[in-house]
């Protein structure tokens, strides 16, 4: 009984609070208190990774899981290490995971995901991209992508060996591409040619060495069989470069001498490969995204509209670099 009269005289009250609101006096407006907005901790990300290619890759992954620890954000990682399509099947399971309340992708391919950005929107779960970028119509399908302007990365590759080939009668440069179709070979690729090609260097080979040694120490070999006649070699990742250096001194050249090398990520073998003054140059292409990369994902699941594009801070080292070994002992991959 009591604890009805106790309701009754609450409900009173307040409905006279309410009504004193509307006799007349000045309004009181009535706040709504904002939805709870997300924290960290309640953000479930579905990641679909491109796989474990090198040391670039290595790096970018454990920024994601040591972040994520950081944070108390719960990952679900997804490591491809296979065909593109398996990333299709990921993401497709991550728009299904009832749990999974953010997306965020390092597409190995930079074309076919509308369809299933399109599910993704529809299922109020935004995608975040990462690393690489894709071709797609309607920007809209995506909250933003988190990543380097490769082909900036590309141009600066390509001012580097103007520099280094300025005294060069001649100025062949062979291309060592990463995989075919991904946004990083494609754009870099773009970007070593535009500033590349106005100093005379002209590209006489070209081909894919899938980001890692081996492949680039095959290609280069077999090059290098039909001819000696090379000025620069252009890798687009360090893997590639630092293959490219074996097949130079296996037949008795000077890499970095006889043939200028430029590679790009900055990993730490990069710089111990300056160190020992086999490569001249590695543009950094930061892997560290994973700080920019949550912080994106939870203001877009908090609603927030982004720019499309958050790009990442990056630098060119040179084998000649002051404090080069003080440089090198501070990075972090
Ligand atoms: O997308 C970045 C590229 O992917 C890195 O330059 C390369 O090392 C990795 O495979």
């Given at each position: 009984m009591k604890k009805n009269v106790l309701t009754l005289v609450s409900i009173l009250?307040?409905?006279?609070?309410?009504?004193?609101?509307?006799?007349?006096?000045?309004?009181?407006?009535?706040?709504?208190?904002?939805?709870?907005?997300?924290?960290?901790?309640d953000m479930i990300i579905g990641f679909i990774q491109v796989g474990s290619e090198g040391a670039w890759r290595s790096a970018n992954s454990a920024s994601f899981k040591e972040t994520a620890v950081a944070l108390g954000v719960r990952l679900k990682f997804y490591d491809s290490a296979s065909p593109g399509n398996y990333q299709i099947a990921a993401f497709q399971q991550f728009i299904n995971d009832p749990e999974v309340n953010v997306i965020v992708i390092s597409p190995l391919e930079a074309s076919g995901w509308e369809e299933l950005l399109q599910e993704a929107k529809d299922t109020g779960k935004p995608v975040i991209l990462s690393d690489r970028r894709i071709e797609v119509g309607n920007e809209d399908l995506y909250a933003t992508f988190v990543g380097s302007d490769f082909v900036e990365e590309g141009r600066k590759a390509g001012a580097a060996m103007c520099k280094l080939l300025a005294g060069s009668q001649k100025k062949n440069v062979w291309e060592l591409v990463g995989n075919v179709g991904s946004?990083?070979?494609?754009?870099?690729?773009?970007?070593?040619?535009?500033?590349?090609?106005?100093?005379?260097?002209?590209?006489?080979?070209?081909?894919?060495?899938?980001?890692?040694?081996?492949?680039?120490?095959?290609?280069?070999?077999?090059?290098?069989?039909?001819?000696?006649?090379?000025?620069?070699?252009?890798a687009q990742n360090d893997e590639m470069g630092l293959g490219a250096i074996e097949a130079l001194k296996k037949i008795g050249l000077v890499p970095a001498v006889d043939v200028k090398i430029i590679s790009i990520d900055a990993t730490s073998a990069a710089f111990q490969a300056m160190l020992n003054r086999d490569l001249n140059v590695t543009v950094e292409c930061n892997p560290l995204l994973a700080p920019q990369v949550y912080e994106a994902a939870l203001a877009a699941l908090n609603g927030e509209t982004l720019p499309k594009w958050i790009p990442t801070k990056e630098n060119v080292f040179f084998m000649d670099d002051k404090n080069l070994e003080e440089i090198a002992a501070g990075r972090k991959y």
């Open positions: 009250v307040i409905g006279s609070v309410a009504l004193a609101a509307c006799a007349g006096t000045t309004p009181v407006a009535i706040t709504k208190t904002p939805a709870t907005a997300y924290k960290y901790t946004s990083a070979a494609k754009d870099r690729g773009q970007g070593f040619r535009e500033t590349a090609e106005k100093c005379g260097i002209v590209v006489t080979n070209s081909q894919t060495a899938n980001w890692n040694i081996i492949e680039g120490q095959q290609i280069i070999e077999v090059w290098l069989k039909e001819s000696k006649d090379v000025q620069g070699i252009f």
